[in-house]
């Protein structure tokens, strides 16, 4: 996810990472795409960031190699992988920061080797059938969504057990940590 701006006014900034991380981290354990894990800066480092270089990677899954090596082949489901952030965002939020929508397409351009678009009239029924997809996914896996959402960003809720973080260590869930939330398990 791409930060140009660190909030909506209404969420706090985690709640949007956290929401966006686990729409892609829900989209890529139903979808079958291998990742290792899933990551969100603290919110300090990711603003400090953000106010140096104007925008920032405020947080995401972390697969196993560039896009490239893996949209091939699966362009249709890559975008619905690329589009659950920033829906689960207005499914759990209400509503989503738009430039993670936009870094994440632009992710998936890279890995259909196309980095500079394709007209429209070429990406708009792809679009639509992947977002339809990616809507009637998350809508299915709603529960899990949310166990994963709270699961990335329990750690720093007041009274969490277990919680050894730093104050500069990143959230991190590794694949295996998110497959037992998506299936109901506690994940430790």
């Known amino acids: 996810m791409f930060l140009k701006t660190d909030s909506c006014g209404k969420h706090a900034w985690l709640a949007h990472a956290a929401a966006h991380e686990a729409g892609h981290a829900t989209a890529a ?7 290792i894990e899933v990551k969100i800066p603290r919110e ?3 603003r400090a960031k953000l106010a140096d270089a104007g925008i920032v990677v405020a947080g995401g899954v972390q697969m196993h190699g560039l896009p490239d090596t893996w949209v091939p082949g699966r362009e249709e489901d890559a975008l619905a992988y ?3 952030g920033s829906r689960s965002e207005s499914m ?3 509503d989503n920061l738009a430039s993670g929508l936009k870094g994440d397409l632009d992710q998936w351009l890279f890995g259909i080797g196309r980095p500079s678009g394709i007209p429209e009239d070429e990406s708009e029924p792809i679009q639509k059938r992947a977002f339809e997809h990616v809507e009637a996914l998350l809508v299915e896996h709603r529960p899990a969504l949310k166990r994963i959402a709270r699961g990335l960003y329990a750690p720093l809720l007041p009274g969490a057990k277990d919680s050894v973080l730093g104050p500069d260590e990143p959230l991190v869930l590794s ?3 998110l497959r037992r939330m998506f299936e ?3 994940p430790r």
Do not use: K, T
């Open 29 to 35: 354990l139903v979808l079958g795409f291998e990742f």
């Open 44 to 46: 300090h480092i990711a």
């Open 92 to 94: 759990l939020l209400g």
């Open 82 to 84: 690329f589009a659950a």
């Open 184 to 186: 109901g398990v506690s």
């Open 175 to 177: 694949h295996d940590e």
